[in-house]
């Protein structure tokens, strides 16, 4: 059986909505569903048109394995390697959530952070921030999975 050239895998990640959920390829990559609740929470106010917010249950290790895979992903080092941050330092402050209800939702449990770029002929064009697990939008409950906060950068 012949390998998935690299390209293909990222077209399935980053397409991955619209695969039918019957395929047995496709359900061994993430499926990401919009999710802009999040960027009113977490992106800065005069930057959220920039912003786009993607959820996945995929766990951020699974993610993690096809990101770095990926000729697209920058590769700078530090990038793309899960470090562990409270959820005030993953989530910062430029948004507009609640702070409080975010610090009681995860009290002192770290979440799992990994920071990367993507490329499009050697320029960066996007920065994402995936975070596992992350907060329902209402910050009330801890969902599994991963956030991805996406920040396209303009040429």
């Given at each position: 059986?012949?390998?998935?050239?690299?390209?293909?895998?990222?077209?399935?990640?980053?397409?991955?909505?619209?695969?039918?959920?019957?395929?047995?390829?496709?359900?061994?990559?993430?499926?990401?569903v919009e999710a802009p609740a999040y960027v009113a929470l977490f992106a800065p106010v005069n930057e959220r048109a920039s912003y786009s917010a993607e959820v996945s249950q995929a766990s951020l290790h699974d993610i993690l394995a096809l990101i770095r895979e990926?000729?697209?992903?920058?590769?700078?080092?530090?990038?793309?390697h899960a470090a562990s941050e409270s959820a005030t330092?993953?989530?910062?402050?430029?948004?507009?959530?609640?702070?409080?209800?975010?610090?009681?939702?995860?009290?002192?449990?770290?979440?799992?952070?990994?920071r990367g770029t993507r490329l499009d002929?050697?320029?960066?064009?996007?920065?994402?921030?995936?975070?596992?697990?992350y907060p329902s939008a209402d910050l009330r409950t801890v969902q599994p999975g991963t956030l991805r906060l996406v920040l396209r950068i303009a040429p």
């Open positions: 059986m012949e390998s998935i050239p690299r390209p293909f895998l990222l077209f399935l990640l980053l397409l991955g909505p619209y695969l039918p959920a019957g395929d047995d390829e496709a359900r061994a990559v993430p499926q990401w990926d000729a697209s992903s920058g590769q700078a080092p530090g990038s793309w330092d993953a989530f910062g402050t430029a948004g507009l959530l609640n702070h409080w209800l975010l610090k009681r939702l995860f009290g002192g449990r770290q979440v799992q952070v990994a002929r050697g320029r960066i064009v996007e920065s994402w921030t995936l975070i596992s697990p």
